[in-house]
């Protein structure tokens, strides 16, 4: 069983940054691909950024492209989401998912974490 726990998340003004990390049980860690979506309410659910397991797959939302950054350690069965110059369209529950395949929509994501808040007020 695949487990990931994701931390990080909090309030932060306009303008500031967050690092959100996602750490993932298990062995297979290395064949995963990884991505961040995130949340907010009363949306749905939508894709940030993801990347392959060997790093060399990596794409961005529009919207975050030049502000975040997708990476990963594969020693550490962990993958981080860094948000720079974050702005209050931000907000939401971010989550972090792996599967066996690499892809940008949520319904190809086997394993989901319990997900992190963002709050970026004005």
């Known amino acids: 069983q695949v487990q990931l726990v994701e931390s990080g998340g909090g309030l932060v003004q306009a303008g500031g940054s967050l690092r959100l990390s996602c750490v993932v049980s298990?062995?297979?860690?290395?064949?995963?691909?990884m991505g961040w979506f995130r949340q907010a309410p009363g949306k749905e659910r939508e894709f940030v950024a993801a990347?392959?397991?060997?790093?060399?797959?990596?794409d961005y939302a529009d919207s975050v492209k030049g502000r975040f950054t997708i990476s990963r350690d594969n020693t550490k069965n962990t993958v981080w989401l860094q948000m720079n110059s974050l702005k209050p369209e931000d907000t939401a529950v971010y989550y972090c998912?792996?599967?066996?395949?690499?892809?940008?929509?949520?319904?190809?994501?086997?394993?989901w974490g319990q997900g992190t808040q963002v709050t970026v007020s004005s």
């Open positions: 998912a792996a599967d066996r395949s690499y892809g940008l929509t949520h319904i190809r994501y086997d394993y």
């Open positions: 298990g062995r297979t860690f290395s064949t995963y691909a």
């Open positions: 990347i392959s397991w060997s790093a060399r797959n990596i």
